[in-house]
């Protein structure tokens, strides 16, 4: 077949091709326009609240100029600034009148304004404003409004305003308008629309370039397709040969070793996930063989302890079989049907889970805090299996003798698992939840980690409609880890 190929039928290559054509149809349709509509909206919404703002201040300034008016709200401002006995009347006076004039000047009322008096010392003696929620602000440069963005300066918001403060006399006048909510909201709404219209042409330029590209690209990959059906998964190791032709077959084989290099690293992963399952089975495994050890040596003839060691024997083995079963719904990705929920005293549970760790390492300092009629909805084993991996990560990357705490946040509906160990590095705290990641080696040569146990508590918690997160100040600092429960959860 290569030696069919004639000089004619070689081209530019398709990955230049597909560059060329996306890159100039993408950037200079959907890019440019959007920007530039965007940008023209912004300008213009933005012009006419400037010019009203301007307007409207102007009004209220010129109602304030008069010299009785002034000596007025000097007057006032300098009882305010005293504090005499009298001071809420004269506040009240003082906003009363302020709102007085301001009617007169008839501005909208989705235009806040503060009027205030600066001291000697540089203190704002406010005299009246009609939000209270504003600052007050420094005066503006020749009646050129300004654009103030303040993150989180609300509880459920950010402060978004135009605003503009003149002197007015001795009087200082300042009005603002709430960017958040004028028309260019609305206005941006339309750009959709405009999208839409120049996004129809581009899909169908985007289909016919797709087709006719990859229909060209098909006719000459006969043999690299006989040999990938080759490959199996005993084969992984085997390769396409690369053709030293500097175009797009070259581009082509290149493309399928490298997907046949990641199927063999999946497949590699999937070979070492039996170790990964007897790592996390290692802790349930211990408290079994510590509770059978407990009745060989004396045990049977003690009542409540062949009671309370059978009951945690059968608890351990359903906890092991629901610990398999997300286990093998981790490494297929399949979806677990809901599990079982019920009320569970979370008081009871910590210090079951503590007493029966206490068995595998008894040098583990542990302490609970949890109201003792805390209570939630949910699945006890989970629960149990989430609470055992995050434990057995702490003690493995805690010095001897691990301390830690496990608190539960009735106001939060939160349980955490806090250590005073090695702690997490910040670069490591974005995919500490990936299935397999390891952090430095450093920290895994001792303790022979996985990298599985921290995705399979996350996998657990989806299960209980709850969410996972991990906190960490850096390395040697410690490490929480918090289960935050959905309301349905809560605590009653």
């Known amino acids: 077949?290569?030696?069919?190929?004639?000089?004619?039928?070689?081209?530019?290559?398709?990955?230049?091709?597909?560059?060329?054509?996306?890159?100039?149809?993408?950037?200079?349709?959907?890019?440019?326009?959007?920007?530039?509509?965007?940008?023209?909206?912004?300008?213009?919404?933005?012009?006419?609240k400037s010019d009203e703002l301007i307007e409207h201040t102007k009004r209220i300034s010129n109602e304030f100029?008069?010299?009785?008016?002034?000596?007025?709200?000097?007057?006032l401002a300098v009882k305010l600034a005293q504090e005499e006995p009298n001071y809420w009347q004269n506040l009240q006076s003082s906003f009363d009148s302020v709102d007085r004039h301001v009617r007169q000047a008839r501005i909208p009322y989705y235009i806040s304004y503060t009027v205030y008096f600066v001291t000697q010392y540089g203190t704002p003696i406010l005299l009246g404003y009609n939000d209270q929620s504003l600052p007050v602000l420094p005066l503006t440069d020749e009646m050129q409004p300004k654009r103030l963005i303040e993150k989180n300066y609300y509880t459920d918001g950010d402060l978004n305003i135009l605003y503009l403060s003149i002197p007015s006399g001795s009087l200082n006048i300042q009005t603002s308008l709430n960017m958040d909510v004028d028309s260019i909201d609305k206005l941006l709404t339309k750009l959709p629309k405009v999208m839409l219209f120049f996004a129809i042409p581009l899909l169908i330029i985007s289909f016919l370039t797709a087709k006719f590209l990859s229909s060209r690209m098909l006719r000459p990959v006969a043999d690299i397709t006989r040999t990938a059906n080759e490959i199996s998964g005993s084969q992984l190791d085997k390769r396409?040969?690369?053709?030293?032709?500097?175009?797009?077959?070259?581009?082509?084989?290149?493309?399928?070793?490298?997907?046949?290099?990641?199927?063999?690293?999946?497949?590699?992963r999937e070979r070492r996930f039996t170790s990964d399952v007897s790592h996390e089975l290692r802790t349930p495994l211990a408290v079994l063989l510590g509770h059978l050890d407990l009745l060989r040596r004396w045990g049977k003839t003690d009542t409540n302890v062949l009671d309370s060691s059978l009951e945690t024997l059968y608890s351990e083995t359903k906890s092991m079989q629901s610990l398999v079963?997300?286990?093998?719904?981790?490494?297929?990705?399949?979806?677990?049907?809901?599990?079982?929920?019920?009320l569970v005293k979370i008081n009871f549970m910590l210090h079951k889970?503590?007493?029966?760790?206490?068995?595998?390492?008894?040098?583990?300092?542990?302490s609970i805090e949890c109201p003792q009629d805390a209570v939630l909805f949910t699945n006890p084993d989970i629960l149990t299996q989430i609470?055992?991996?995050?434990?057995?990560?702490?003690?493995?990357?805690?010095?001897?003798?691990?301390?830690?705490?496990?608190?539960f946040d009735a106001g939060a509906n939160s349980l955490s698992v806090s250590d005073k160990g090695n702690g997490i590095a910040e670069k490591d705290l974005p995919h500490i939840f990936e299935r397999l990641y390891r952090t430095d080696e450093s920290r895994n040569h001792r303790t022979g980690g996985s990298g599985l146990g921290l995705a399979i508590?996350?996998?657990l918690c989806k299960n209980l409609d709850a969410t996972i997160s991990a906190q960490s100040e850096g390395l040697g600092k410690g490490?929480?880890?918090?289960?935050?429960?959905?309301?349905e959860s809560g605590t009653i």
Do not use: G, H, W
């Not at 797009?248 to 690293?265: D, H, P, V």
């Not at 055992?388 to 608190?407: D, G, H």
């Not at 490490?479 to 309301?487: L, N, P, Q």
């Open 325 to 342: 079963e997300n286990l093998l719904l981790l490494s297929r990705s399949e979806r677990q049907a809901p599990p079982e929920k019920l």
């Open 387 to 407: 609470l055992r991996i995050l434990i057995t990560n702490s003690i493995f990357y805690s010095p001897s003798p691990a301390e830690i705490t496990l608190s």
């Open 479 to 487: 490490t929480t880890m918090t289960i935050r429960f959905s309301k």
């Open 457 to 459: 508590a996350q996998t």
């Open 240 to 268: 396409i040969p690369e053709p030293n032709s500097k175009d797009e077959l070259q581009e082509l084989a290149k493309t399928f070793n490298s997907l046949f290099a990641r199927l063999q690293q999946d497949f590699e």
């Open 1 to 48: 077949m290569f030696s069919r190929l004639k000089p004619k039928d070689i081209r530019l290559s398709i990955s230049t091709r597909i560059a060329l054509i996306f890159c100039i149809l993408t950037f200079l349709i959907v890019s440019l326009s959007t920007y530039l509509i965007t940008s023209l909206l912004k300008t213009a919404v933005l012009s006419q």
């Open 353 to 366: 889970i503590v007493t029966d760790l206490k068995l595998v390492s008894p040098e583990v300092l542990f």
């Open 65 to 75: 100029m008069d010299e009785e008016t002034q000596s007025e709200f000097i007057t």
